[in-house]
């Protein structure tokens, strides 16, 4: 029901966009997150964004430098990601849930696409 897509390798300072696709019922009521989870770690909050409201928040990581953005028509949110650093190295997840609180804690969320990795060399 959510499909994400645009990891891949870059080099430290570069860009990517992801992708997080919704099928199969609507989310357009939810909150949609991205987190990531590095070897080792916990899976950790990136950014979330409303699907009505439009409100946008970010992990203090990221702030200034990843954008999460939607496009309702095509339900699919995105997260551009600018001036990539290697600690950016992981695993990217996005999710959904129609009634979170917390936009910023993993288990809150009901939906979870598969990840897509994305490598920052140094």
């Known amino acids: 029901q959510l499909q994400a897509s645009g990891g891949g390798l870059v080099q430290a300072g570069g860009s990517l966009r992801l992708s997080c696709a919704a099928s199969g019922r609507t989310f357009t009521n939810s909150v949609m997150g991205w987190f990531r989870q590095a070897p080792g770690k916990e899976r950790e909050f990136v950014a979330a964004i409303t699907w009505r409201g439009g409100s946008t928040y970010y992990a203090e990581s990221v702030k200034g430098r990843f954008t999460i953005s939607r496009d309702n028509a095509k339900e699919t949110v995105y997260l551009q990601m600018n001036s990539l650093k290697p600690e950016d190295t992981a695993v990217y997840y996005c999710?959904?849930?129609?009634?979170?609180?917390?936009?910023?804690?993993?288990?809150?969320?009901?939906?979870w696409g598969q990840g897509t990795q994305v490598t920052v060399s140094s």
């Open positions: 999710a959904a849930d129609p009634q979170i609180q917390r936009y910023y804690v993993p288990d809150d969320y009901d939906y």
